[in-house]
């Protein structure tokens, strides 16, 4: 037997999302091609300006301005052994 899952809901009592962290919400899920219905968009709003001072805090740390934090692939890298 088959069951759809249902969203997860975050803990505590669910606050409504304000107007703005539903547009915003609508133009990113939008802009990813994604259709979400009403609720579960809902549900990503309540969560939106929590998510979004966190991002906002890790640009906030002034020595990390320049660190590059992604991994890239360099075809022309070695392999070197540290045993040596």
Partial sequence: MTTTPSPIAPPG???APDA???ADVGVLLTRAGLTVR???TAL???GYE???AG???LYAVSEARYVDPA???RAD???VDWAD
């Fill in 77 to 79: 890298a070695r392999i």
């Fill in 13 to 15: 009592p669910a606050a």
């Fill in 20 to 22: 703005q962290a539903l």
């Fill in 44 to 46: 990503l709003a309540a």
């Fill in 50 to 52: 929590a998510q979004n």
């Fill in 71 to 73: 991994l890239r692939f």
């Fill in 55 to 57: 991002v906002a805090l």
């Fill in 38 to 40: 009403e609720p579960e």
